[in-house]
Protein backbone atom coordinates (compact mmCIF):
# COMPACT_ATOMS: atom_id res chain seq x y z
CA UNK A 1 0.00 0.00 0.00
CA UNK A 2 2.95 2.21 0.56
CA UNK A 3 4.60 1.82 -2.78
CA UNK A 4 1.23 2.45 -4.16
CA UNK A 5 0.44 5.83 -2.56
CA UNK A 6 4.11 6.63 -3.83
CA UNK A 7 3.36 5.79 -7.22
CA UNK A 8 5.80 3.23 -7.47
CA UNK A 9 5.80 0.54 -10.58
CA UNK A 10 7.36 -2.06 -8.08
CA UNK A 11 5.04 -3.70 -5.81
CA UNK A 12 5.92 -5.51 -2.37
CA UNK A 13 8.33 -8.62 -3.09
CA UNK A 14 5.19 -11.37 -3.03
CA UNK A 15 1.39 -10.20 -4.60
CA UNK A 16 -0.97 -10.11 -0.94
CA UNK A 17 -3.49 -12.46 -2.66
CA UNK A 18 -3.33 -14.82 -5.52
CA UNK A 19 -6.67 -16.41 -7.85
CA UNK A 20 -5.16 -19.59 -9.19
CA UNK A 21 -7.50 -20.97 -12.01
CA UNK A 22 -6.91 -24.66 -11.68
CA UNK A 23 -9.37 -24.65 -14.83
CA UNK A 24 -11.25 -22.53 -17.02
CA UNK A 25 -14.10 -25.18 -18.00
CA UNK A 26 -17.51 -24.75 -16.50
CA UNK A 27 -20.05 -26.94 -16.06
CA UNK A 28 -22.38 -24.00 -16.46
CA UNK A 29 -23.18 -21.16 -18.94
CA UNK A 30 -24.70 -18.49 -16.42
CA UNK A 31 -26.02 -15.49 -18.12
CA UNK A 32 -23.59 -12.88 -16.19
CA UNK A 33 -20.17 -15.09 -16.84
CA UNK A 34 -18.13 -15.19 -19.39
CA UNK A 35 -18.50 -18.84 -20.06
CA UNK A 36 -21.65 -17.56 -22.05
CA UNK A 37 -19.91 -17.35 -24.70
CA UNK A 38 -17.05 -14.43 -24.70
CA UNK A 39 -14.21 -16.67 -23.63
CA UNK A 40 -11.67 -17.41 -26.86
CA UNK A 41 -9.03 -19.31 -24.96
CA UNK A 42 -7.42 -22.51 -24.62
CA UNK A 43 -9.17 -24.16 -21.86
CA UNK A 44 -7.92 -26.62 -19.86
CA UNK A 45 -6.83 -28.07 -16.16
CA UNK A 46 -3.95 -27.68 -14.45
CA UNK A 47 -1.30 -30.47 -13.53
CA UNK A 48 -0.45 -31.40 -10.18
CA UNK A 49 3.31 -30.81 -10.24
CA UNK A 50 2.62 -27.04 -11.26
CA UNK A 51 0.30 -26.92 -8.65
CA UNK A 52 2.42 -27.57 -6.00
CA UNK A 53 4.96 -25.50 -7.43
CA UNK A 54 3.05 -22.56 -6.99
CA UNK A 55 1.45 -23.45 -3.73
CA UNK A 56 4.80 -23.95 -2.39
CA UNK A 57 6.18 -20.75 -3.15
CA UNK A 58 2.91 -19.05 -1.74
CA UNK A 59 3.56 -20.90 1.25
CA UNK A 60 4.37 -18.23 4.30
CA UNK A 61 4.39 -15.22 1.58
CA UNK A 62 0.98 -14.64 0.12
CA UNK A 63 -1.69 -14.14 2.28
CA UNK A 64 -4.19 -15.34 0.59
CA UNK A 65 -5.19 -17.65 -2.57
CA UNK A 66 -8.40 -18.23 -4.28
CA UNK A 67 -8.67 -20.94 -5.83
CA UNK A 68 -10.57 -19.87 -8.82
CA UNK A 69 -10.75 -17.60 -11.93
CA UNK A 70 -12.66 -18.26 -14.54
CA UNK A 71 -13.77 -21.64 -14.16
CA UNK A 72 -15.11 -23.94 -11.73
CA UNK A 73 -12.88 -25.32 -9.37
CA UNK A 74 -14.78 -28.85 -8.44
CA UNK A 75 -14.79 -29.80 -12.25
CA UNK A 76 -10.90 -30.47 -11.69
CA UNK A 77 -10.22 -34.28 -11.50
CA UNK A 78 -7.46 -33.31 -8.74
CA UNK A 79 -9.51 -31.35 -6.54
CA UNK A 80 -9.64 -32.96 -3.44
CA UNK A 81 -5.61 -33.65 -3.66
CA UNK A 82 -5.45 -29.86 -4.15
CA UNK A 83 -7.66 -28.73 -1.37
CA UNK A 84 -5.83 -31.58 0.91
CA UNK A 85 -2.08 -30.32 -0.15
CA UNK A 86 -2.72 -26.60 -0.02
CA UNK A 87 -3.71 -27.43 3.54
CA UNK A 88 -0.71 -29.48 4.12
CA UNK A 89 1.25 -26.34 3.04
CA UNK A 90 -0.76 -24.19 5.86
CA UNK A 91 -1.96 -21.73 2.86
CA UNK A 92 -5.07 -19.47 3.32
CA UNK A 93 -7.56 -21.11 0.99
CA UNK A 94 -10.56 -19.78 -0.70
CA UNK A 95 -12.63 -21.21 -3.04
CA UNK A 96 -15.77 -19.90 -5.06
CA UNK A 97 -18.00 -22.29 -6.93
CA UNK A 98 -21.67 -22.95 -8.05
CA UNK A 99 -21.97 -25.66 -5.94
CA UNK A 100 -23.52 -28.15 -8.99
CA UNK A 101 -20.81 -30.74 -8.62
CA UNK A 102 -20.56 -31.28 -4.76
CA UNK A 103 -20.16 -35.35 -3.80
CA UNK A 104 -20.08 -36.70 -0.45
CA UNK A 105 -16.08 -36.71 -0.86
CA UNK A 106 -15.79 -32.75 -2.20
CA UNK A 107 -18.09 -31.56 0.70
CA UNK A 108 -16.31 -33.29 3.04
CA UNK A 109 -12.80 -32.31 2.21
CA UNK A 110 -14.01 -28.36 1.42
CA UNK A 111 -15.34 -28.15 4.89
CA UNK A 112 -12.24 -29.85 6.17
CA UNK A 113 -9.37 -28.10 4.28
CA UNK A 114 -10.65 -24.68 2.67
CA UNK A 115 -10.92 -21.71 5.01
CA UNK A 116 -13.23 -19.55 3.21
CA UNK A 117 -15.83 -21.40 0.30
CA UNK A 118 -18.15 -19.21 -1.94
CA UNK A 119 -21.60 -20.82 -3.25
CA UNK A 120 -22.60 -18.80 -5.89
CA UNK A 121 -27.03 -19.64 -6.23
CA UNK A 122 -29.03 -16.92 -7.88
CA UNK A 123 -32.35 -17.60 -7.47
CA UNK A 124 -34.89 -18.07 -4.80
CA UNK A 125 -37.50 -20.21 -7.74
CA UNK A 126 -37.02 -22.79 -9.99
CA UNK A 127 -37.80 -21.07 -13.29
CA UNK A 128 -35.21 -17.81 -12.06
CA UNK A 129 -32.45 -19.83 -10.76
CA UNK A 130 -32.09 -22.01 -13.78
CA UNK A 131 -32.57 -19.62 -16.32
CA UNK A 132 -30.01 -17.37 -14.68
CA UNK A 133 -27.39 -20.77 -13.83
CA UNK A 134 -27.92 -22.30 -16.90
CA UNK A 135 -26.83 -26.37 -17.12
CA UNK A 136 -27.97 -26.67 -13.03
CA UNK A 137 -30.95 -27.64 -11.55
CA UNK A 138 -32.79 -26.24 -8.73
CA UNK A 139 -33.67 -28.87 -6.50
CA UNK A 140 -30.46 -31.03 -6.78
CA UNK A 141 -28.00 -28.50 -6.16
CA UNK A 142 -29.94 -26.66 -3.38
CA UNK A 143 -30.01 -30.35 -2.05
CA UNK A 144 -26.02 -30.66 -2.10
CA UNK A 145 -25.55 -27.22 -0.33
CA UNK A 146 -27.84 -27.71 2.26
CA UNK A 147 -25.93 -31.02 3.38
CA UNK A 148 -22.90 -29.02 2.86
CA UNK A 149 -23.91 -26.62 5.21
CA UNK A 150 -24.88 -29.11 7.84
CA UNK A 151 -21.70 -30.81 7.72
CA UNK A 152 -20.40 -27.07 7.80
CA UNK A 153 -22.20 -26.36 11.17
CA UNK A 154 -21.26 -29.96 12.66
CA UNK A 155 -17.63 -30.07 12.20
CA UNK A 156 -16.00 -27.97 9.45
CA UNK A 157 -13.45 -24.95 9.45
CA UNK A 158 -14.49 -23.69 7.09
CA UNK A 159 -16.48 -20.03 6.56
CA UNK A 160 -19.21 -20.14 3.82
CA UNK A 161 -21.02 -17.38 1.95
CA UNK A 162 -24.24 -18.49 0.10
CA UNK A 163 -23.87 -15.23 -2.41
CA UNK A 164 -26.73 -14.35 -4.40
CA UNK A 165 -25.53 -11.80 -7.50
CA UNK A 166 -28.08 -9.57 -7.83
CA UNK A 167 -29.41 -9.06 -11.50
CA UNK A 168 -32.72 -7.34 -13.20
CA UNK A 169 -33.34 -11.22 -13.75
CA UNK A 170 -33.61 -12.02 -10.09
CA UNK A 171 -33.50 -8.72 -8.02
CA UNK A 172 -37.28 -9.85 -7.00
CA UNK A 173 -36.40 -12.43 -5.56
CA UNK A 174 -33.33 -11.07 -3.47
CA UNK A 175 -35.67 -11.03 -0.20
CA UNK A 176 -36.91 -14.50 -0.66
CA UNK A 177 -33.28 -15.87 -1.16
CA UNK A 178 -32.36 -14.70 2.20
CA UNK A 179 -35.57 -16.04 3.89
CA UNK A 180 -34.93 -19.06 2.29
CA UNK A 181 -31.37 -19.99 3.29
CA UNK A 182 -31.84 -17.90 7.06
CA UNK A 183 -32.26 -21.37 9.48
CA UNK A 184 -28.54 -22.27 7.70
CA UNK A 185 -26.65 -19.18 8.75
CA UNK A 186 -24.55 -19.37 11.67
CA UNK A 187 -20.54 -18.35 12.97
CA UNK A 188 -19.39 -19.81 10.44
CA UNK A 189 -22.24 -19.44 7.23
CA UNK A 190 -23.27 -16.33 5.97
CA UNK A 191 -25.50 -15.28 3.49
CA UNK A 192 -25.44 -12.12 0.82
CA UNK A 193 -26.70 -10.29 -1.80
CA UNK A 194 -24.12 -8.59 -4.29
CA UNK A 195 -25.07 -6.71 -7.19
CA UNK A 196 -23.47 -7.64 -10.68
CA UNK A 197 -21.22 -6.56 -12.40
CA UNK A 198 -19.98 -6.15 -16.32
CA UNK A 199 -16.97 -7.53 -15.76
CA UNK A 200 -14.43 -4.58 -16.34
CA UNK A 201 -16.74 -3.40 -19.41
CA UNK A 202 -15.94 -6.93 -21.30
CA UNK A 203 -19.25 -7.51 -21.25
CA UNK A 204 -22.48 -6.30 -22.96
CA UNK A 205 -25.99 -6.12 -21.54
CA UNK A 206 -24.52 -5.66 -17.74
CA UNK A 207 -24.48 -3.10 -15.93
CA UNK A 208 -21.53 -1.22 -14.91
CA UNK A 209 -20.48 -2.03 -11.10
CA UNK A 210 -20.20 1.31 -9.75
CA UNK A 211 -20.68 4.86 -11.80
CA UNK A 212 -17.44 6.71 -12.91
CA UNK A 213 -18.23 9.77 -11.14
CA UNK A 214 -14.81 10.83 -10.31
CA UNK A 215 -11.60 11.49 -11.15
CA UNK A 216 -9.87 8.52 -12.17
CA UNK A 217 -6.89 7.08 -10.51
CA UNK A 218 -4.45 4.30 -10.72
CA UNK A 219 -6.00 0.57 -9.75
CA UNK A 220 -4.78 -0.93 -6.44
CA UNK A 221 -4.94 -4.43 -7.93
CA UNK A 222 -1.82 -4.29 -9.51
CA UNK A 223 -0.15 -3.72 -6.18
CA UNK A 224 -2.03 -6.27 -4.48
CA UNK A 225 -3.20 -9.63 -6.79
CA UNK A 226 -1.90 -11.71 -9.49
CA UNK A 227 -4.33 -13.94 -11.70
CA UNK A 228 -2.92 -17.09 -12.71
CA UNK A 229 -4.32 -19.20 -15.79
CA UNK A 230 -4.50 -22.96 -15.32
CA UNK A 231 -1.32 -23.19 -17.71
CA UNK A 232 0.62 -21.52 -15.34
CA UNK A 233 0.48 -17.85 -17.62
CA UNK A 234 -0.27 -15.12 -15.53
CA UNK A 235 -2.76 -12.30 -17.12
CA UNK A 236 -3.69 -8.77 -16.06
CA UNK A 237 -5.84 -9.28 -13.41
CA UNK A 238 -8.55 -11.10 -12.38
CA UNK A 239 -11.25 -9.65 -14.44
CA UNK A 240 -9.18 -10.74 -17.36
CA UNK A 241 -10.47 -13.54 -18.98
CA UNK A 242 -8.82 -14.35 -22.59
CA UNK A 243 -5.21 -12.97 -21.10
CA UNK A 244 -4.44 -11.42 -24.10
CA UNK A 245 -1.17 -9.64 -22.32
CA UNK A 246 1.08 -12.23 -20.63
CA UNK A 247 2.83 -11.10 -17.70
CA UNK A 248 4.50 -14.09 -17.08
CA UNK A 249 5.14 -18.15 -16.96
CA UNK A 250 5.39 -19.59 -13.59
CA UNK A 251 6.38 -22.68 -15.85
CA UNK A 252 9.78 -21.21 -16.79
CA UNK A 253 9.52 -17.88 -13.51
CA UNK A 254 8.78 -17.75 -10.06
CA UNK A 255 5.88 -15.72 -8.51
CA UNK A 256 8.55 -13.64 -7.13
CA UNK A 257 9.84 -13.17 -10.67
CA UNK A 258 7.09 -12.48 -12.28
CA UNK A 259 5.43 -10.19 -9.66
CA UNK A 260 8.26 -7.22 -10.35
CA UNK A 261 9.45 -7.92 -13.31
CA UNK A 262 9.94 -5.04 -16.04
CA UNK A 263 6.09 -6.37 -17.66
CA UNK A 264 4.23 -5.59 -14.43
CA UNK A 265 6.07 -2.63 -14.09
CA UNK A 266 5.20 -1.61 -17.48
CA UNK A 267 1.49 -2.18 -17.04
CA UNK A 268 1.91 -0.16 -13.34
CA UNK A 269 3.41 2.70 -14.83
CA UNK A 270 0.74 2.77 -17.84
CA UNK A 271 -1.66 3.41 -14.44
CA UNK A 272 0.39 5.97 -12.65
CA UNK A 273 0.78 8.15 -15.87
CA UNK A 274 -3.25 7.76 -16.52
CA UNK A 275 -2.88 5.75 -19.81
CA UNK A 276 -6.23 3.88 -19.25
CA UNK A 277 -6.56 3.86 -22.98
CA UNK A 278 -3.57 1.72 -23.83
CA UNK A 279 -4.93 -2.04 -22.25
CA UNK A 280 -8.62 -2.54 -23.69
CA UNK A 281 -9.09 -4.28 -20.31
CA UNK A 282 -8.85 -1.09 -18.44
CA UNK A 283 -10.50 1.54 -20.74
CA UNK A 284 -13.71 0.66 -19.65
CA UNK A 285 -13.02 -0.88 -16.18
CA UNK A 286 -15.24 0.75 -13.21
CA UNK A 287 -13.20 -2.21 -10.62
CA UNK A 288 -11.01 0.63 -9.41
CA UNK A 289 -13.52 2.60 -7.37
CA UNK A 290 -13.31 -0.27 -4.90
CA UNK A 291 -9.97 0.53 -3.36
CA UNK A 292 -9.05 4.62 -2.52
CA UNK A 293 -6.79 6.77 -4.17
CA UNK A 294 -4.61 6.94 -1.79
CA UNK A 295 -4.10 4.65 1.38
CA UNK A 296 -4.42 6.14 4.77
CA UNK A 297 -1.24 5.91 7.14
CA UNK A 298 -3.61 4.49 10.16
CA UNK A 299 -4.75 1.89 7.48
CA UNK A 300 -1.10 1.27 6.57
CA UNK A 301 -0.18 0.70 10.33
CA UNK A 302 -3.16 -1.75 10.53
CA UNK A 303 -2.13 -3.80 7.31
CA UNK A 304 1.41 -3.94 8.85
CA UNK A 305 0.31 -5.21 12.30
CA UNK A 306 -1.63 -7.74 10.65
CA UNK A 307 1.07 -8.87 8.44
CA UNK A 308 3.40 -8.97 11.52
CA UNK A 309 1.19 -11.28 13.68
CA UNK A 310 0.35 -13.04 10.37
CA UNK A 311 4.26 -14.20 10.26
CA UNK A 312 4.24 -14.89 13.72
CA UNK A 313 1.53 -17.08 13.56
CA UNK A 314 3.23 -18.68 10.54
CA UNK A 315 5.87 -20.17 13.45
CA UNK A 316 3.17 -21.79 15.39
CA UNK A 317 -0.44 -22.30 14.17
CA UNK A 318 -1.72 -22.90 10.50
CA UNK A 319 1.07 -20.87 8.34
CA UNK A 320 4.53 -21.53 7.49
CA UNK A 321 7.40 -19.39 7.06
CA UNK A 322 10.24 -20.55 4.62
Given amino acids: MTLYNRRETRSSVYPREINLETTNFCNLRCISCPQRGEMSRKKGFMEFNLFKK ?126 QWEKYKSKKVNVSVVKEHDWAGQLENLPEWQEQKRERYPCFLLWKMMAIGWDGRVGVCCYDFNFPIILGDLNKQTIKEVWNSEKYKKIREMQINRQFDKLSLCKNCTSWTLYPKKFSKSYILKSSLYSSFYKLLNKFGKYSVK
Fill in 54 to 179: IIDQASGNVRNIQLHLFGEPLLHPDIVKQLKYAHEKKVNLGIFTNAALLTDEKAEALAEYADRVVISFNGATKKVYESIQVGSNFETTMSKIKKFLEIVNKKGKCLVKLKFLQMKENEREAKDFVS
